[in-house]
């Protein structure tokens, strides 16, 4: 086989080269090739995520590609009196819904120079297991984090794939790797890269951001001001230094680099949804209480005397136990003397223990940081997740560039 697209003998060859050529000219920043043949897997019902035939029938090949998402833009929008929660570099536009429609006119743009109509599908974000696959096509390499590393653009990417009845030949593995670097390893907040490409998903914030459990006491002041989304581990790593950001204009689903905290725990998850509807935090997958307990942690940790009203409806009124009890946590990291009045004229009304047992911890220790009062308990289990040199999939939902 040969560099060239065969689909049958009345198909105009094309060649690797002009597909490049083509995605440039569709804005897509790298592209790499790989066979449609189905991925490593080690249970069953990862079938379908780890094999293109899923997608297309008559897959013959696949191609991955990559953008570049890093924007010149502030980290975070807050004024005096309406403190903001950051959102993660790579969700604050749908760059994946984004690279979904470039992969598309690059289809067309393939069909044309073919004179024929092979089918393609096109994704990002799923279905299928996108990192080996940009692994597998020379796109990038695995970080120790975990996270596909390209050449040029670091980790600062989406990916996506056009599964293709055009046949070409496949790109080498790109031999990067991180030496013996680990500064992604040290840098994680809560230790969530137990060793190089391994992860331990529940103590992984960015993980930790859809969880609507309760967050660990200890962890409260390390979330810092996070609504959604977590880069530590890419904003220290080196291959990440020199990329330049990119001058692309995303207009899909743009929410910004933060948003307002305050009116997270009054609106209704219907609104919520309608206002950022078109971005990731918005989905339908995403708990509408994991980001009220999000926007409570964060306004915590903002020390914004602006949300204490908020806070003290939040922890009258909310029907959510897990809502009332952080909002209780927040309070007392703010302190003062009217954050101490809510919390004692609520105490006595709690009827649910574990929040109740919030407020007394908020009392007793106003910075957050410790207490004789249990925290409320994670109810998620530990769950690991590798991605080893000799591994193909990841056993969790998805397998996409930033949802981790």
């Given at each position: 086989?040969?560099?060239?697209?065969?689909?049958?003998?009345?198909?105009?060859?094309?060649?690797?080269?002009?597909?490049?050529?083509?995605a440039a000219e569709c804005g897509i920043d790298i592209v790499g090739f790989a066979p449609a043949s189905p991925l490593d897997r080690q249970t069953r019902d990862l079938a379908a995520f780890c094999d293109p035939a899923s997608v297309l029938a008559s897959a013959a090949s696949v191609v991955c590609a990559a953008q570049c998402y890093l924007k010149d833009e502030p980290d975070d929008l807050s004024r005096p009196g309406e403190p903001h929660g950051l959102i993660a570099p790579y969700?604050?536009?749908?760059?994946?819904?984004?690279?979904?429609?470039?992969?598309?006119?690059?289809?067309?743009?393939?069909a044309d120079k073919a004179e024929a109509k092979p089918k393609s599908k096109c994704s990002s974000c799923g279905p299928l297991a996108e990192k080996p696959l940009a692994r597998g096509s020379g796109v990038g390499w695995y970080g120790k984090h975990g996270i596909i590393i390209t050449e040029g653009f670091g980790s600062w990417v989406v990916l996506g794939e056009m599964v293709t009845e055009l046949e070409f030949e496949p790109d080498p593995e790109i031999p990067g790797?991180?030496?013996?670097?680990?500064?992604?390893?040290?840098?994680?907040?809560?230790?969530?890269i137990t060793s190089p490409g391994c992860l331990d998903r529940s103590k992984c914030f960015q993980h930790l951001t859809n969880s609507a459990s309760p967050m660990p006491r200890d962890w409260r002041k390390l979330w810092g001001r996070r609504l959604y989304g977590c880069a530590t581990c890419q904003e220290v790593c080196p291959k990440n230094a020199g990329v330049k950001p990119s001058g692309r204009t995303v207009e899909t689903g743009v929410v910004g680099p933060s948003i307002p905290l305050l009116p997270l725990l009054t609106m209704t998850e219907a609104e919520y949804r309608t206002r950022y509807s078109g971005n990731q935090i918005a989905a339908r997958w995403v708990r509408f209480d994991a980001i009220r307990r999000n926007a409570c942690l964060s306004l915590g940790n903002s020390q914004d005397p602006a949300a204490i009203p908020a806070l003290t409806d939040a922890l009258r009124c909310d029907p959510s136990a897990l809502i009332r009890g952080h909002a209780a946590w927040a309070l007392g990291k703010i302190g003062g003397a009217r954050s101490k009045s809510a919390l004692e004229k609520q105490r006595p009304a709690e009827i649910d223990a574990q929040a109740a047992g919030e407020i007394s911890s908020a009392l007793e220790a106003p910075d957050g940081t410790s207490s004789s009062e249990p925290a409320l308990k994670a109810q998620e289990p530990s769950v690991h997740r590798e991605v080893k040199e000799g591994s193909q999939a990841d056993g969790h939902d998805h397998d996409c560039q930033g949802v981790r």
């Open positions: 086989m040969d560099s060239t697209g065969i689909l049958a003998q009345n198909m105009v060859p094309v060649s690797k080269e002009s597909v490049r050529e083509a969700t604050r536009r749908n760059h994946y819904k984004d690279l979904r429609e470039r992969l598309k006119k690059l289809a067309v743009l393939l790797g991180c030496g013996d670097c680990d500064a992604c390893v040290r840098a994680c907040p809560t230790g969530a």
